[in-house]
């Protein structure tokens, strides 16, 4: 079989020229080595190789449909999620206070290069999970990293990135998604995303979206614009799941590429049942969002 990615290409960049395992200086590192890290890197080829690549022709021709009720998908991508998660790769450089493996960046980047290479479709679930879940680590408080930054990272829900709408791509000035205070602290959250990547499954026990909107007042453009997590199920105080949360699926698009990724119109709270949180400061959206995008790698806003 071809690689997926020349290993001494692989080898050349991370130990050659980076000399990655020179991190081990730093005390978040320390005790790491070139075996820690080809080991990692081992794993990731076999499972790349065993579980993502042999149905990435057949997700590309089998792309997900949705039936009015449901969104289906060949079985084969939640049989290679359920290893990736398994395997403990979301948190490959999530601090171990968090259930990680605190490995550099540059290795998740590595790992995530050959799941890419292998099947860029079943990949994108993981990617953006693990990217929304990161953008609270960096973001988040407490309670959010406890309530949706976990169960992120143990693979249980999925995440995803809600900037775009019908009207507003690359000028994200004018999205008019709108986010209205609500007496218990919460936002009740109107408006319509288009091009969301992961925007529904049923891949994952709940999705939480990460969505850009403006509070009632808030200035016109981007400094108007703030971050919220609208989950699909809405989560009680015990971490369990609740009601469904007014994001209502209004149809898949078919693009080329990313096939095997569901990409998704979503509407939010059409009939006033929708919810979010409040993440990082009002008119900061923006800003906390480009974490998730600048650290994701999968996703690139021209
Ligand atoms: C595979 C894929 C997955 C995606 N997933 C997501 C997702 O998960 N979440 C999400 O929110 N969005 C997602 N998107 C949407 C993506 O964010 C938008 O496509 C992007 O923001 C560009 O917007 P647009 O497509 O409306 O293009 P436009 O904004 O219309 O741009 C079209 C062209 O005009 C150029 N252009 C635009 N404005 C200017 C300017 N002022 N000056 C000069 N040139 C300009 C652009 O560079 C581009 O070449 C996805 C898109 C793709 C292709």
Known sequence: ?????QRRDL????????????LNRHHRYSGQDRATYDGVIDAATVLAEEQFLPHAAKLDANEPHFDGE???????????????????FLGTAFDTEYGGLQLPYTIFQAVSALFTAANIGTSGYLFLTGAAANLLRAH??????????????AGRWFGTMCLSEPQAGSSLGDIKTRATPLPDGGYAISGNKMWISGGEHDLSENIVHHVLARIDGAPAGVKGISLFIVPKYRVNADGSLGAKNGVRLM?????????????????FGEQGD????????????????????TTDGSVTLQ
Request: aromatic share 6%.
């Open 1 to 5: 079989m071809t690689e997926l990615i």
């Open 11 to 22: 080898d050349f960049l991370l130990h050659e020229w980076l000399q990655i395992e020179t």
């Open 70 to 88: 449901r969104v289906h998908l060949i079985p084969e991508v939640k049989a290679a999620l359920d290893a990736y998660i398994e395997g403990g």
């Open 140 to 153: 988040g408080t407490s309670a959010q990293r406890k309530t949706y930054m976990e169960p992120m990272l």
């Open 251 to 267: 149809g898949l698009n078919h693009k080329m590429g990313y096939r095997g990724t569901t990409n998704t119109a979503l509407s």
């Open 274 to 293: 929708c919810v979010g949180e409040l993440v990082g400061a009002p008119g900061q959206g923006l800003a906390c969002m480009f974490h998730m995008i």
